[in-house]
């Protein structure tokens, strides 16, 4: 059984700040976060607030810093977009 890497398309809003919801486009993501699914931001997960497969809505949180973003799904990840979080 060979699974792709999940692909990200785009970031909104991005800027963003912390405490605030961004959402995630793409493909592959799976439809379910519970098999091997998260989202994280400089390595550190994001809290889930939906997740589908071709869309993913995670919450920024306090003390989040800009950098690379990265969807993993089904035992793969995403090449890496780039969040910045606001002051």
Known sequence: LHFYAPLLFDVQPNPARREQAV???GEGF???PLSEGRV???GAPLPVVSWG???IS???PPGAA???LVVEAQG???EAGELEVLP
């Open 23 to 25: 959402t995630l486009t």
């Open 30 to 32: 799976g439809a379910d």
């Open 40 to 42: 994280t931001l400089n």
């Open 53 to 55: 497969d071709t869309a």
């Open 58 to 60: 995670v919450t920024i």
């Open 66 to 68: 800009s950098g690379p």
């Open 76 to 78: 793969t990840q995403s």
